[in-house]
């Protein structure tokens, strides 16, 4: 049972143009959403979280857009650079469960 | 601070082996995590521990143990390996609630032959 749906499983962005994440959930108790960022060989590291009292947060180039009717939430990346090209995780949690991580999707910024 | 480390990086396994992967952490984490990440499947979580003494299990538990005898140390048992164990796995930990932002290790990358 899949709790996190993301999509796409790769995503190749021109540089200097806008990659987005889609994930979606379907447990009304999550309340904490994050995403992480995976170089490879390396371990995922946080990027960007947001609860659900708000419907957006930005750091920098990254913002998440949180859809909580929908149950959806995506990460932007503004101004995507070949520095980017990762894979990209989408996360939710609840007080009862462990954090549940999408599938992952693996972008390629290209120049 | 060197956060969360793993050992080893790599290693070839024969079926029906045994072998233990080790976790550290140096930030006096009381939560810590095993996941496997297999290609296109995302991170899936095998054990996980609150504190010294405590574990429980996560989604994928069979074919692995492991113990918390410390804040520190955190590995997991593989008795006998199976070609299914096959994976890149990840350790990492967290201060004070599941909630809080995981920290993870560089990861190893086991194969069973």
């Known amino acids: 049972q899949q709790q996190v749906k993301q999509s796409p499983q790769s995503l190749i962005v021109q540089k200097g143009g806008i990659s987005i994440i889609n994930c979606a959930y379907e447990?009304?108790?999550?309340?904490?959403f994050p995403w992480y960022q995976q170089f490879p060989g390396k371990g995922p590291a946080l990027l960007i979280a947001?609860?659900?009292?708000?419907s957006e947060k930005k750091e920098g180039r990254f913002t998440i857009s949180f859809n909580k009717s929908a149950k959806q939430f995506s990460l932007h990346i503004m101004d995507s650079q070949p520095g980017d090209s990762a894979t990209y995780f989408c996360?939710?949690?609840?007080?009862?469960?462990?954090?549940?991580f999408g599938k992952g999707t693996r972008l390629s910024v290209i120049a | 601070n060197a956060g969360v480390t793993q050992t080893p990086k790599f290693r070839i396994l024969k079926i029906g082996q045994s072998m233990t992967l080790q976790c550290t952490q140096d930030?006096?984490?009381?939560?810590m995590y095993w996941y496997r990440q297999d290609p296109g499947m995302g991170l899936k979580l095998i054990y996980y521990?609150?504190?010294?003494?405590?574990?429980d299990k996560g989604e994928v538990p069979n074919g692995y143990n492991v113990s918390r005898s410390t804040t520190e140390d955190f590995p997991l048992r593989l008795e006998l390996a199976a070609p299914s164990q096959t994976s890149v796995y990840f350790c990492?930990?967290?201060?004070?609630?599941?909630?809080?932002?995981?920290?993870f290790g560089p990861g190893t990358r086991l194969t069973v032959l």
């Open positions: 990492a930990s967290s201060y004070s609630s599941r909630s809080d932002t995981q920290y």
């Open positions: 447990n009304t108790a999550f309340d904490y």
């Open positions: 947001i609860r659900p009292d708000v």
């Open positions: 996360a939710a949690y609840s007080g009862n469960t462990p954090l549940v």
């Open positions: 930030m006096n984490h009381n939560y």
């Open positions: 521990s609150v504190g010294a003494g405590i574990t």
